[in-house]
């Protein structure tokens, strides 16, 4: 039992950390919970978090913090955030990987089917009693 406190507790806390920082990162550009003419509060989210996961990925791949750290910052705190962050550092290492294929198959399918089943589930969605 100890154990599965151990490890999941960082990732639980930080990504409820990680969810009220994204709802305090929209505030300037929506409100409290209001809607913005363009979606620019998810672009700050989005490259705010992916800048923020190259930092803590360069720290915890150069052991300049502990490895303990990595659930609690890149599942849980910008997990929470933005998953946005996690996809862009996935294709970053695809690419450092010299996969160039890998990772263009990958955004491609990640940004494609995910929007692809976004407008399936409006479609489902709208038909529903």
Known sequence: MFHLVQTYAPVALGGALGAVLRVLAARPFTGVYGTAAWPWWLIFVNVSGSFLIGIAWAL???H??????????????????????????????????????????????????????????????????
Not at 82 to 111: K, N, P, Q
């Open 60 to 62: 915890l791949s150069g």
């Open 64 to 129: 300049r913090i502990s490895q303990d750290w990595g659930p609690f910052f890149v599942t849980g705190l910008l997990g929470g955030y933005t998953t946005f962050s996690t996809f862009s550092l996935d294709a970053i290492r695809l690419l450092e990987d010299g996969r160039l294929g890998a990772a263009a198959g990958y955004v491609f399918a990640s940004v494609g089917l995910s929007l692809a089943a976004a407008y399936g589930g409006l479609v489902v969605g709208r038909a529903l009693p």
